[in-house]
């Protein structure tokens, strides 16, 4: 008795996980072109999805023009990047909506292994010198640890985060559990 609900425990907890990124994608118009709720149910309650993935997978997924990218840089100055934020907003839009105390659709992108670059084609993406899309190619075999974005403060989009804490909670509990078990 004890080892059949041991099993299902852990089926249930394998099952959970794996709820996760059983979440269907969705596509902007399925959101009516609600960029917030596309970013919120993709990018936020999807996020466990990405990884082992590749930026090309995420910008494919985003269905919008990229406008802004800068690679999350390791120390002060070095040449290698931890990951890269993109976004569908320039840095001059970000600031508009920072100011409205609103959230930039933007996604933080880390990657499982640091990545060696160029800093001076970096700066030349970053001043828009060369086009956003380099970073597919710079990135292009870097796998994604964790992907991130900011949950928007407005109350429609926070009722959608809401559920997917909930979700992740129960997630994290059954992971607790099938640690203590196999202990």
């Known amino acids: 008795m004890k080892k059949l609900l041991l099993i ?41 999805c990405y990884k082992g993935k590749t930026l090309n997978d995420v910008v494919k997924d985003m269905q919008l023009p990229i406008k802004k990218g800068n690679a999350i840089i390791k120390g002060r100055i070095t040449n290698y990047s931890l990951g890269v934020i993109i976004g569908v907003n320039t840095n001059d839009e970000s600031l508009i909506l920072r100011e409205q105390g609103r959230v930039a659709n933007n996604l933080f992108v880390y990657w499982e292994d640091e ?7 970096e ?24 992907l991130k ?20 909670e129960f997630i994290r509990r059954q992971k607790l559990i099938e640690e203590s078990i196999n202990r």
Request: glycine letters at 0%; aromatic letters at 10%; charged letters at 30%.
């Open 115 to 121: 990545v060696y670059i160029d800093l001076q084609h």
């Open 123 to 146: 700066a030349d993406i970053t001043d828009h010198k060369k086009p956003y899309s380099d970073y597919l190619d710079i990135y292009k075999n870097a796998k994604i640890k964790e």
């Open 149 to 168: 974005a900011l949950a928007p403060k407005e109350e429609k989009y926070l009722n959608q985060v809401k559920s997917a804490e909930k979700r992740n």
């Open 8 to 48: 299902t425990i852990i089926l249930l907890a394998v099952s959970s996980v794996k709820a996760q990124c059983n979440l269907p994608y969705k596509d902007l118009k399925s959101f009516n072109n609600d960029t917030t709720a596309f970013f919120v149910h993709n990018f936020i309650n999807r996020a466990d």
